[in-house]
């Protein structure tokens, strides 16, 4: 039987940064609902959209949120980061200052977020292929010196959408699955890198955890 949306294992919030622009809405739009807005504007303050998807057997919903890249919207900083476990660093592969910005959001996220949370470089707009300004490697080479993973998306077309979340909630499932597994769900779980990173179960695997631990 078909789980219903208020069904799940697992809560991961993951968040979308990188300049105004380059696309995070109608990542957001195309992942959440399968839709592009070819007249979307400039976000203003902050929206997020749910998905659950399964991942090696459990139902992972992710809470996706989306704010603008502008500065004069930095005000909401600390409410935007907190409890993010993954994140995406998306730029414009036909505009190169949106590649150069990518040192400055990475910084921005070890100011505010969780030392050991999961980011993917994203470079969107692969459909313009015509008007690349960044070469695919050097998106490749920024991810390695940086040590990010790293894809091309379209939110027009849908290219690797799909792929480059559902890879950010892999590896963090990955990274708090063996806690999870021989700790108490609703505690901490324990990056094996060492800092403690949040996950949030949902009632449905808490209810079950208890039922396990009586019987």
Same mark, same amino acid.
């Given at each position: 039987?078909?789980?219903?949306?208020?069904?799940?294992?697992?809560?991961?919030?993951?968040?979308?940064?990188?300049?105004?622009?380059?696309?995070?809405?109608?990542?957001?739009?195309?992942?959440?609902?399968?839709?592009?807005?070819?007249?979307?504007?400039?976000?203003?303050?902050?929206?997020?959209?749910? +998905?659950? *998807?399964? /991942? $090696?057997?459990? =139902?992972?919903? %992710?809470?996706?949120?989306?704010?603008?890249?502008? #500065?004069?919207?930095?005000?909401?900083?600390?409410?935007?980061?907190?409890?993010?476990?993954?994140?995406?660093?998306?730029?414009?592969?036909?505009?190169?200052?949106?590649?150069?910005?990518?040192?400055?959001?990475?910084?921005?996220?070890?100011?505010?977020?969780?030392?050991?949370?999961?980011?993917?470089?994203?470079?969107?707009?692969?459909?313009?292929?015509?008007? +690349?300004? *960044?070469? /695919? $490697?050097?998106? =490749?080479?920024? %991810?390695?010196?940086?040590?990010?993973?790293?894809? #091309?998306?379209?939110?027009?077309?849908?290219?690797?959408?799909?792929?480059?979340?559902?890879?950010?909630?892999?590896?963090?499932?990955?990274?708090?699955?063996?806690?999870?597994?021989?700790?108490?769900?609703?505690?901490?779980?324990?990056?094996?890198?060492?800092?403690?990173?949040?996950?949030?179960?949902?009632?449905?695997?808490?209810?079950?955890?208890?039922?396990?631990?009586?019987?």
């Amino acid at each position: 039987m078909a789980r219903n949306e208020d069904e799940y294992d697992y809560l991961f919030k993951i968040v979308l940064i990188g300049d105004s622009g380059v696309g995070k809405s109608n990542l957001l739009l195309r992942f959440t609902r399968n839709e592009v807005d070819l007249n979307s504007k400039t976000t203003i303050g902050v929206e997020f959209a749910t +998905r659950s *998807v399964p /991942i $090696q057997g459990k =139902t992972i919903k %992710a809470q996706i949120w989306d704010t603008a890249g502008q #500065e004069r919207y930095r005000a909401i900083t600390s409410a935007y980061y907190r409890g993010a476990v993954g994140a995406l660093l998306v730029y414009d592969i036909t505009k190169e200052n949106t590649f150069e910005s990518v040192p400055r959001w990475l910084k921005e996220l070890k100011d505010h977020a969780d030392s050991k949370i999961v980011v993917m470089l994203v470079g969107n707009k692969c459909d313009l292929k015509n008007e +690349r300004e *960044v070469s /695919i $490697q050097q998106g =490749t080479e920024a %991810a390695t010196k940086f040590g990010l993973s790293f894809l #091309e998306t379209s939110a027009l077309d849908a290219t690797n959408v799909d792929e480059s979340f559902k890879q950010v909630l892999e590896q963090i499932h990955n990274i708090t699955t063996s806690n999870v597994v021989h700790g108490s769900i609703g505690e901490q779980a324990s990056d094996p890198r060492g800092e403690p990173i949040k996950l949030e179960p949902s009632a449905t695997s808490a209810k079950n955890a208890r039922a396990a631990k009586c019987c």
